[in-house]
């Protein structure tokens, strides 16, 4: 057998190991990370324990803190029939809205304040997921963690994401 015969094999012996090796870690994490939000994903990553040196207690408490959230967002959205009717619904009013000869304000308005509320629901369970977590951490951690906030949604505004909190833009 030639070098390069040899090297390849060696080549495909590492690639599929490595690959094999991504791949069981990916499994080991389960699902409990998918769909997770940004901000979730991070406080429950190693990365995320060591560098706010989060107790097990902490950690215990956020994930329940996060997978309440989740289920309340989820609670919230419907399942994916329902989100297809109520797009499908609000779709033909704004239809009927377009079609009409003289604007109605009333309707556009009523279209308006109806995604607004599901907005508005949507930001207060956030708000109160975040003040929850806040109250996990102590003064140390809260400190650290406003640093790390910060220089992701630095990081992520050159890259044209807006980092943990994706409506929040950083100065400078």
């Given at each position: 057998?030639?070098?390069?015969?040899k090297?390849?094999?060696?080549v495909?012996?590492?690639?599929?190991?490595?690959?094999?090796?991504?791949?069981?870690?990916?499994?080991?994490?389960?699902?409990?990370?998918?769909?997770?939000?940004?901000?979730?994903?991070f406080?429950?990553?190693?990365?995320?324990?060591?560098?706010?040196?989060?107790?097990?207690?902490?950690?215990?408490?956020?994930?329940?803190?996060?997978?309440?959230?989740?289920?309340?967002?989820?609670?919230?959205?419907?399942?994916?029939?329902?989100?297809?009717?109520?797009?499908?619904?609000?779709k033909?009013?704004?239809?009927?809205?377009?079609?009409?000869?003289?604007?109605?304000?009333?309707?556009?308005?009523?279209?308006?304040?109806?995604?607004?509320?599901?907005?508005?629901?949507?930001?207060?369970?956030?708000?109160?997921?975040d003040?929850?977590?806040?109250?996990?951490?102590?003064?140390?951690?809260?400190?650290?963690?406003q640093?790390?906030?910060?220089?992701?949604?630095?990081?992520?505004?050159?890259?044209?994401?807006?980092?943990?909190?994706?409506?929040?833009?950083s100065?400078?």
């Amino acid at each position: 057998m030639t070098i390069s015969k040899k090297l390849s094999k060696f080549v495909l012996v590492c690639g599929l190991a490595a690959a094999s090796v991504g791949a069981t870690s990916a499994m080991a994490k389960g699902d409990f990370n998918r769909g997770m939000n940004p901000q979730a994903r991070f406080l429950l990553s190693e990365r995320g324990i060591d560098k706010l040196q989060l107790s097990e207690d902490q950690q215990t408490q956020l994930k329940a803190i996060f997978a309440e959230q989740k289920s309340q967002f989820a609670a919230l959205r419907g399942d994916k029939d329902a989100m297809k009717a109520s797009r499908a619904a609000h779709k033909e009013k704004m239809d009927a809205l377009l079609a009409t000869k003289a604007f109605d304000e009333n309707a556009a308005l009523e279209l308006i304040k109806a995604r607004q509320e599901k907005g508005q629901q949507f930001a207060m369970l956030k708000m109160k997921s975040d003040h929850a977590v806040w109250q996990v951490l102590n003064a140390e951690q809260r400190e650290s963690y406003q640093k790390i906030k910060q220089h992701l949604r630095k990081k992520g505004h050159k890259k044209g994401h807006y980092g943990l909190n994706k409506g929040e833009r950083s100065e400078g």
